[in-house]
C-alpha cells in the first residue's frame, strides 16, 4: 500500500535515565510527516521538541534513549524501515542521517565547528554519501550557497563561520540541511537566535526551498504564528506527547484541544509579531519529573472534570478529516475507564507474577548453597 | 598568516632584549661580585689574598666600572663576535662551556615534551571519550600519582631500577667509556639509552597535568553542539570525534605548550643534579653561587630565549590551528 506520509511516528518515548529519576521528555509521541508538505510542530519550551525530533536521527545522547514505539520511514521505492530500532551508532543509521533526513540547528553559531570552512562543513557531506570527489562537491556547495540566496557565495565557501553574520550562517546551516536533497528536511527552531528581519527573511527562504526541492520539513517552534505562516499540518506537543493534530487551517479555525484554545487565545493576531507568545496560559509547565497522572495538561486545563481528567490518561482519539486529538471531552469516558482499569488489573497481575516468580527462584537459589 | 608571524617576531626583538638587561642586573643584585665572594672563600680558610693583585684583577675584569657600561661591553661582544665573556672560575671562554650543555638542555627538553605529546595526546582523548569507566578511573588515578610524586623520588626510583633491572651505570647520560669520547653514532646511542631515564622523570608530571587537561577541555568540546551537527551528517563515530571536538580541544593542547619548555627546563636543574647531567641546572646553579657572572648570565639569556623561541613557535602552530586566531 504506497503511503503519503513519509515518516509515521508512533507512540515514541524517549527517556532520560539520570541519576535524579527518570525524565520522561518524549511519552507518547504520534506524528504523520505527509510526503512533500511542511509539519509545524509546536510547543512551550520544554514540551520535548528537540528531544523529539533528534529521536527521528537516532541522535539522543545518553543518559538518553528511546524506550517504546517505532518511526517507520517510507522511502518512495516503496520500501520501509523503523528507525527506532536501529543501533544509534550502526552504519544503517549513518546512511540515513544527513542523506534522507537532515536537521537544521537553532543556533547556527555553537552549531558550526569554529576551525573548519563552511565548504568543508557542508562537502564532507556529500563525499560522504554521494561518494563525490573534493572537486564536485566543491561545486554542489557552491550551487547548494547560491540556492540559499548566500551573498557572495564564492567568498562564503573558505569562510570561517566568526566571518558570517546570523543570517548568512543560518543560511550556510540550510545549505547543509539540504546537500544530500534529503525526503525530510527537519529545522529545529532555526530562527530564534536571530533577530526579526533576519527571522521573515530564512522562513521565507525556507518555505520557498520546500516548494523548490519538494521534500517535507517538519518545523519545530515555541510560536504559533510562524506555523501560519510555513507549515500545512500542524502538531501541538504539551509535555512530551502530540496533543492535537491536523490541518493548519482546521486547527486553527476549529481547535478542539483545551490546550490549542489556550494557545490560540494567548496570541492577539496571526503573524509574527509574537513577543506575547505563549505565556497567557494559567500556570506553569510542570517539570518532567513531576508529570501529573490522568491527563498531563488536567492542573491548567479551563475544562477540567474532577475525577476523571486526573484519572484516566486521554486516548489517541481520530477525529474527521485525519485529526487527531488527546482529550477525554472527545472520548467515551466508561469505555476508557473500563479498558484502563481492565490494563491495570493485568500489569499488577503481571508484576504479582513476576514477583512471586523471583521468589521461587530465589528459594531454589538458596536450596542449591 | 606570514603577515603574523612577521609581526609575532618582531615582538620577541625588544623582549629579548629586556630579558638580556634583567637576566645581568640580577647577576648583580647580590651584595659584592666574583672577587669578594674569592677574597671571603681565601679569608674563611685562613689566608689572605694582596689586595694590590684584587685590586688589579678588578681592573682586568672590567668589574670596577659602571653596571651599564659593563652590560655594554657584555651584550656588544655576544652580538659582534659571538663572545660571552670569560667564566671566572673556569677561567676559560663562557661560549667554550655553555654551548654542549645548551645543546644537551635542549636534547632532553625537546625529547621529553615529545615523550609528554606522545602519551598525553592520546590517552586523554581515550580518558575522555570514555569518561567514568574502568579504563578512565585508572588513568585518572595514576595521574594523580604522577602529579604528587616529586621528580627527585621517581629519579631515585628510575636509576634503581635502570641499575638492578638493565644494568646501566646509574646517573650521567653516558656509559663510562663514551665519557668523554668525540661525537659517534655509537656514543649517540648510548646517550638515547641513558636518557629514557631524566625523560621520564621529567615527563612525568607533565604527562600527567596534560591527560587532565586534555581530558577537562575535550570533555567540554564533546558536549558542544557542533558534535550533533557532525552526527546529523552521517559521519562515522570516530570521524566526528576526531575532526571536530578532538581538533579543537588541540587548540587548547598547543596553547599548554607555550609553558611547557619554561617548566621543563627549571624542573630539570633538580633532576639533572640527582642524575649528575651534563646540562645547564648544575653549571648554572654553581655560577650563580660563585657569582661566576658572565657565565651565569650567559645561562640565563640563552634559556630565556630558547623560551621565547618556544612560545614564538606555539603561537604561531596555534595560529595555524585556529582560524580566529589567525585572522585578527
Ligand atoms: N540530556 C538531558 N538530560 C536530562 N533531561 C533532558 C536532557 N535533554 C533534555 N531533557 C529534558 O527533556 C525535556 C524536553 O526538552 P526539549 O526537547 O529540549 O524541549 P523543547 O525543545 O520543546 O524546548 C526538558 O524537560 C529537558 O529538561
Ligand atoms: S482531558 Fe481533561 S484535563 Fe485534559 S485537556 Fe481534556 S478536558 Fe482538559
Ligand atoms: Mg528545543
Known sequence: MPDNNLLTVDELKTYFFTDEGVVKAVDGLTLEVPRGRTLGVVGESGSGKSVGARSLMQLVDPPGRIVEGSIMLNRADGSTVDISSLDPRGPAIRAIRGDEIAMIFQEPMSSLSPVHTVGDQIGEMIELHWGYTKAQARDRVLELLQQVEMPKARGVIDSYTFELSGGMRQRAMIAMGLACDPSLLIADEPTTALDVTTQAVILDLIRRLQESFGMSVLFITHALGVIAELADHVAVMYLGSVVEQGSVMDVFHRPQHPYTRSLLRSIPSLGLEKKRRLEAIRGMVPHPFNRPGGCPFHNRCPEFMPGVCDQLVPPLEHLDAGRTVRCLLHSDVDEVRARQEEQAAAEREAAAGEAAAQRSVGKRGGESR | ?328
Open chain 2, 1 to 328: 598568516m606570514g603577515l603574523y608571524i612577521v609581526r609575532r617576531f618582531l615582538y620577541m626583538i625588544p623582549t629579548v632584549i629586556l630579558i638580556s638587561i634583567v637576566a645581568f642586573m640580577i647577576i648583580q643584585l647580590p651584595p659584592g661580585d666574583y672577587l669578594s665572594t674569592l677574597v671571603a672563600r681565601y679569608e674563611a680558610e685562613g689566608e689572605t689574598l694582596d689586595q694590590e693583585y684584587v685590586s688589579r684583577l678588578r681592573e682586568i675584569y672590567g668589574l670596577g666600572r659602571p653596571v651599564h657600561v659593563q652590560y655594554w661591553l657584555w651584550i656588544r661582544g655576544i652580538i659582534t663576535r659571538g663572545d660571552f665573556g670569560r667564566s671566572f672560575a673556569w677561567g676559560r671562554p663562557v661560549s667554550a662551556l655553555i654551548w654542549t650543555r645548551l645543546g644537551l638542555t635542549f636534547v632532553l627538553s625537546l625529547t621529553t615534551t615529545l615523550f609528554i605529546w606522545i602519551v598525553a595526546l592520546p590517552v586523554g582523548i581515550y580518558s575522555a571519550i570514555r569518561q567514568y569507566t574502568v579504563g578512565d578511573y585508572v588513568v585518572t588515578t595514576l595521574g594523580f600519582v604522577g602529579l604528587a610524586t616529586p621528580n627527585f623520588l621517581l629519579a631515585l626510583i628510575f636509576m634503581y631500577i635502570g641499575f638492578s633491572v638493565f644494568g646501566q651505570t646509574v646517573g650521567g647520560l653516558f656509559s663510562p667509556e663514551f665519557v668523554s669520547a668525540p661525537w659517534s653514532i655509537p656514543r649517540f646511542l648510548n646517550m638515547l639509552s641513558h636518557l629514557w631515564i631524566p625523560v621520564v622523570v621529567l615527563g612525568t608530571a607533565g604527562t600527567a597535568g596534560l591527560i587532565r587537561h586534555t581530558r577537562a577541555n575535550l570533555l567540554d568540546e564533546l558536549r558542544k553542539p557542533y558534535v550533533v551537527t557532525a552526527r546529523a551528517k552521517g559521519l562515522p563515530e570516530w570521524k566526528v570525534i576526531l575532526k571536530y571536538p578532538v581538533r579543537i580541544a588541540l587548540n587548547f593542547f598547543v596553547s599548554a605548550q607555550a609553558t611547557i619548555l619554561v617548566t621543563l627546563v627549571s624542573g630539570a636543574a633538580i633532576v639533572s643534579i640527582v642524575l649528575s647531567l651534563p646540562t645547564t641546572g648544575p653549571l648554572l646553579l654553581r655560577a650563580l653561587q660563585s657569582q661566576d657572572m658572565y657565565l651565569a648570565a650567559s645561562f640565563i639569556l640563552m634559556l630565556s630565549v630558547m623560551n621565547v623561541l618556544s612560545t614564538l613557535i606555539s603561537d604561531i602552530a596555534l595560529a595555524w590551528l585556529d582560524p580566529r586566531i589567525r585572522y585578527t
